[in-house]
């Protein structure tokens, strides 16, 4: 079993930064295929951006350019940079793995979810 752990949510204002950070326990994940999800209110989960284990990453056309995964073997952690924000950008963010390691944009793949953290960006 993986625990998925997120944090680094928060408020901010248009066009600010933050780092979300999914910290997992349990098993190392460095050969898990890894995802970012989002869900805002009245709609439906939707892919951010994944990485395989290889380091092949996927990002959405609403976040290229402005979001960036990454991942830390030694720490087991699963960064997300988030720049240039906009309030569309509002949603409850979600880390996700899969125990294979090849990147899906289906979220029915990943085996293992966090619990979720908020992210509001204020116009």
């Known amino acids: 079993q993986v625990q998925l752990v997120e944090s680094g949510g928060g408020l901010v204002q248009a066009g600010g930064s933050l780092r979300l950070s999914c910290a997992a326990s349990?098993?190392?994940?460095?050969?898990?295929?890894m995802g970012w999800f989002r869900q805002a209110p009245g709609k439906e989960r939707e892919l951010v951006a994944a990485a395989s284990s290889a380091g092949s990453t996927y990002y959405a056309d609403s976040v290229k350019g402005r979001f960036t995964i990454s991942r830390d073997n030694a720490k087991n952690t699963v960064y997300l940079q988030m720049n240039s924000l906009k309030p569309e950008d509002t949603a409850v963010y979600y880390c996700a793995a899969r125990r294979a390691g090849v990147l899906t944009l289906t979220r029915y793949n990943y085996d293992y979810w966090g619990q979720g953290t908020q992210v509001t960006v204020s116009s």
């Open positions: 349990g098993r190392t994940i460095s050969t898990y295929a």
